[in-house]
């Protein structure tokens, strides 16, 4: 019988083992630096630091002006992908104050490419995946602090940035090429705009040196006032947006089968197949048939600015000025209220939910109550099934037989 195993972060096993870290340029302090994002209070930006974790220890970079450097990482847990970019500030002690300038923007499939979840859940694995950036050969020498910043594409609305101690080398820079690159885009975190699920992220201001791998991926446009559907990177303020054919991204009225209430929709890619994330997200391992060994998938965990329909439903509508996407009407398959609150057996729920930890039932699909909101529905293992409704438990069989004593508490 073929069961879906299921491991929730808070309570079966700890998820941040599985995350993501800067390999190379080296971190500050290698093997104190755990591979968590940063918390969502902001509490240890820039870079981690806190709870005993600072500005010392490990080897510094020594880079020349002009030369090319590479981009790596160790973990499985790339989440989908997302975009990353490489920062230099001439402060060596990092504080919340200091200016952090672009060298670099990798726009999707940063820090893997054509990953629907990931990669595997090796802690210790090197990420095959490395990305070539250079370092701008008109900025002071001097030492410096280099960092990494990466919005993951699926799972919990995270930002993850790890630093290391750099010393520029060589000659002729001058700062005011320095004060021209753009600024470090921070979301998700200290009560920042956040991502939004399953997009490739464009940045709004990515600077001249950008990895773009976003061709035939949906995509949003990040700057300081968070993400908007579509490609609006250095637009002049207009756009147009098509809906037509249900490719198309669109704000409407979505309407559900129980009460209802007034939802911005988005289509819930085919491929994902489970939550990931940081506390509160959900991880699940399908056996390979015949091999007796594991590959992880993950998929959107809840956000609490968007809902989700089980079955995209096509919009349509026209352009809006500058924002690139289409405005219309939607359907979606869930119930909603405008204090999320949950009516019905078996129906996918959307919104606030309490008590932390609930299961919702759909039968081939499910979904949780994590942070206070529900995530978004999550298909179950091929040939398998759960008992229709929410509880404290998570009971799973093969389809068409009897429930079994497999069960998952929250």
């Known amino acids: 019988m073929v069961y879906a195993k299921i491991a929730v972060t808070a309570g079966l096993i700890a998820a941040v083992n599985a995350h993501m870290k800067m390999k190379t340029p080296a971190p500050f302090n290698p093997s104190a630096l755990n591979n968590s994002p940063l918390d969502a209070s902001g ?62 923007s990798i726009e999707g499939g940063c820090p893997a490419k054509d990953t ?20 701008p050969s008109d900025i002071p020498a001097g030492k410096a602090t280099i960092a990494w910043t990466w919005f993951n594409k699926v799972g919990n ?97 979505g309407s559900g089968s129980g009460s209802s209430g007034t939802t911005t929709s988005a289509a819930a890619p085919a491929s994902t197949t489970a939550a990931a994330g940081g506390a509160g997200g959900v991880f699940i391992t399908q056996p390979v048939s015949g091999s007796g060994s594991g590959a992880a998938t993950s998929a959107a965990a809840s956000s609490p600015t968007s809902t989700v329909a089980d079955t995209p439903a096509p919009t349509s509508g026209s352009g809006s000025s500058g924002s690139g996407s289409g405005s219309g009407s939607g359907s979606g398959s869930g119930s909603t209220s405008g204090s999320g609150s949950t009516s019905g057996s078996g129906s996918a729920m959307t919104g606030a939910c309490s008590p932390e930890g609930t299961f919702n039932c759909m039968g081939s699909s499910y979904q949780q109550c994590a942070s206070g909101q529900w995530s978004v529905s999550m298909a179950l293992a091929a040939g398998t099934s759960c008992s229709a409704g929410q509880g404290t438990s998570l009971n799973i069989a093969a389809a068409g037989k009897k429930r079994s004593g497999r069960s998952f508490r929250a």
């Open 157 to 253: 609305r995270e930002m993850y940035m790890n630093c290391g101690g750099l010393e520029l080398t060589g000659t002729g820079g001058d700062k005011s090429n320095f004060d021209k690159l753009p600024d470090m885009l921070v979301l998700n975190i200290g009560g920042k705009p956040t991502t939004l699920e399953s997009y490739e992220y464009k940045f709004q201001d990515a600077g001249s040196s950008v990895e773009d791998n976003t061709s035939g991926s949906q995509v949003a446009t990040c700057g300081t006032d968070g993400c908007t559907p579509g490609d609006s990177a250095g637009s002049s303020g207009s756009g147009s947006g098509s809906g037509s054919s249900g490719s198309g991204s669109g704000s409407g009225s």
């Open 43 to 104: 509490s240890d930006f820039p870079c981690k630091f806190g709870n005993g974790y600072s500005a010392g220890g490990g080897e510094t970079n020594t880079y020349e002006l002009g030369s090319q450097q590479t981009l790596s990482f160790t973990g499985q847990a790339v989440h989908g992908g997302g975009s990353c970019q490489v920062a230099i500030t001439y402060d060596e002690n990092p504080t919340k104050d200091s200016v952090f300038k672009v060298i670099h």
């Open 116 to 135: 629907s979840g990931n990669l595997g859940d090796s802690a210790g694995a090197d990420d095959p995946f490395t990305y070539p950036y250079t370092i």
